[in-house]
């Protein structure tokens, strides 16, 4: 996976996405507030499709914002260049995204009341969407080889580093109160019930129209749509819309269409041999 990088305390971010500076900022400067959410995601698990379901669930069901804001305006990532311009058009609650491992997440979200919202995808699919991904984002180069991209994933090398250590290094918190965590597999399974699990742990009460709205206005055909949602309005320099969409095609099990059978059953043991100290299973898991 070949796009410009520099390590910051062991983990790969993207030259022109990040500064040490920036990083530096989101682990030891950024004031978190008692109300803020953070969308925290591995990037390719639906961190665009929390942010859509949690801004919808602030403004009880009304898509006003979501109809005339960019998707990556509304809740910016805190980790990269530009947030601080950015920070200060948001409203509170803030809805804050980010991909950071939990080593580098912010000190002081760790002494107040905040809480993090934490959305996982199947790995296999996270490494299609992302494969998918290089083609149209600007700082990758496209990744060709397959078979490559994979082993880059599996040894870390991609941006935000090693997607193992990061569902290991979040699901420490998963006992704490102030974290809720998801798959993409459940969101896509039950939209409804997964909106109402949201709305009880952020202690927001929707009545039955604005949770449908939530819903309907989450769904994959409305994001897609929707401009401000959809990141067609980020320049052609930035996301080359010619070469495909960011929302792509939305599903799970896409990775059945690109992993041969070698591919399917060395990725499955080295998921066991990396994941087995966490004895957890997840809702995609067969
Ligand atoms: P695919 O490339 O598999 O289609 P992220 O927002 O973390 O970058 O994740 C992007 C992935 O989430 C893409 O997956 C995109 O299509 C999918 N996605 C975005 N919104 C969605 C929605 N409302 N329903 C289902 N999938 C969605």
């Given at each position: 996976m070949s796009f410009d990088h520099f390590e910051y305390k062991g983990v790969r971010f993207g030259v022109t996405v990040h500064t040490e500076e920036s990083l530096n900022y989101a682990e030891n400067e950024f004031e978190v507030l008692d109300d803020d959410v953070f969308n925290v995601t591995y990037p390719k698990s639906g961190t665009n499709w929390m942010i859509e379901i949690l801004n919808l669930i602030k403004y009880e069901g009304d898509t006003t914002v979501n109809q005339?804001?960019?998707?990556?305006?509304?809740?910016?990532?805190?980790e990269t260049l530009g947030f601080r311009e950015l920070q200060q058009k948001l409203t509170q609650p803030r809805i804050i995204s980010s991909h950071l491992p939990q080593q580098l997440f912010a000190k002081s979200f760790f002494k107040s009341k905040a809480k993090i919202i934490y959305t996982m995808r199947n790995p296999k699919d996270v490494i299609v969407s992302l494969f998918h991904f290089t083609k149209i984002l600007y700082i990758y180069k496209d990744a060709e080889n397959f078979e490559e991209f994979l082993n880059d994933f599996i040894n870390g090398n991609a941006l935000y580093?090693?997607?193992f250590e990061h569902i290991?290094?979040?699901m420490?918190?998963?006992d704490d109160s102030r974290?809720?965590?998801?798959t993409y597999e459940e969101l896509l399974k039950d939209p409804r019930g997964s909106v109402v699990r949201l709305c009880k742990f952020l202690g927001k009460?929707?009545?039955d129209a604005q949770i449908d709205s939530v819903v309907k206005h989450s769904s994959f055909s409305s994001?897609?749509?929707n401009k401000m949602s959809n990141w067609t309005q980020m320049p052609s320099e930035v996301l080359d819309h010619t070469k495909?969409?960011?929302l792509r095609k939305g599903i799970s099990g896409d990775w059945k269409n690109h992993f041969t059978v070698a591919q399917n059953e060395y990725f499955d043991k080295v998921y066991q041999e990396k994941m087995k100290d966490l004895n957890m299973s997840f809702f995609w898991e067969k």
């Open positions: 005339c804001v960019p998707i990556y305006e509304r809740s910016p990532w805190y580093g090693s997607w290991k290094g979040w420490q918190m998963k974290f809720f965590y998801i009460k929707l009545d994001m897609k749509e495909g969409s960011f």
